[in-house]
């Protein structure tokens, strides 16, 4: 069977965009969207022949253009899922009302704690003895929607940032897909 088609959006290297488009998932990545031209994660996508859309939003007179623009190359694929994946953009009120319950995101801390950027680092800076991954949907907010899963880990007494970084990375990579088939298995059931 072959399932929906999803976007994955992304700014930077493309490591979870990666492990989604290998993972063994019920559905097809209709596109890529990243705002930034020099992005790791483009040439990913190249190797992996799946599409990307590359948009500056520099070159949007409004925030509600640039997803205009989006939400249009979305529409035409029939995209039914956004998985945002390393995407430095808030998310607008353009997108959100066209997928209601239907973008997703994945943060490398256990929000509510260490929302926005350098989250691992934040954490680590701090001592936590616990820190962790979480998937949840996408409000107007940063890093505010409601929580989906949360997997933590122990920050062991000799632990460096490099180190930390990595463990965090492992559990992305492993959770996410996870998610995202859950939720794809679920989605006849799903309240909008
Ligand atoms: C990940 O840590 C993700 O949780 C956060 O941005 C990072 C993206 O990494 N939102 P990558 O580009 O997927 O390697």
């Known amino acids: 069977m072959v399932g929906p088609n999803i976007a994955v959006f992304a700014s930077g290297t493309g490591s ?15 596109l890529l969207v ?27 007179l409004t925030k509600a253009a640039y997803e205009e623009k989006i939400l249009f190359e979305l529409k035409e694929r029939q995209v039914s899922w956004v998985f945002l994946a390393g995407y430095m953009r808030l998310i607008g009120g ?17 929000l509510p704690d260490f929302p926005g950027k350098d989250s691992i680092k934040q954490a680590f800076d701090k001592k936590v003895n616990t820190t962790g991954v979480t998937v949840h949907y996408v409000d107007q907010g940063m890093d505010t ?6 997997r933590s880990l122990e920050v062991n007494p000799d632990e460096t940032l490099e180190s930390l ?28």
Request: aromatic share 6%; proline share 8%.
């Open 94 to 110: 353009t997108l959100l009302h066209a997928y209601p319950k239907r973008i997703i995101n994945i943060h490398p801390s256990l």
């Open 165 to 192: 970084t990595i463990r965090i990375h492992e559990i992305e990579h492993a959770l996410y897909p996870e998610v995202i088939r859950m939720l794809l298995e679920h989605e006849d059931r799903l309240e909008v």
């Open 145 to 150: 929607g409601p929580v989906i899963a949360q």
């Open 34 to 60: 990243c705002d930034k031209p020099q992005a790791p994660v483009i040439q990913k996508a190249y190797k992996l022949g799946i599409e990307t859309l590359v948009l500056d939003p520099k070159q949007f």
């Open 16 to 30: 979870n965009f990666e492990v989604i488009a290998e993972a063994d998932l019920d559905c097809r990545i209709a």
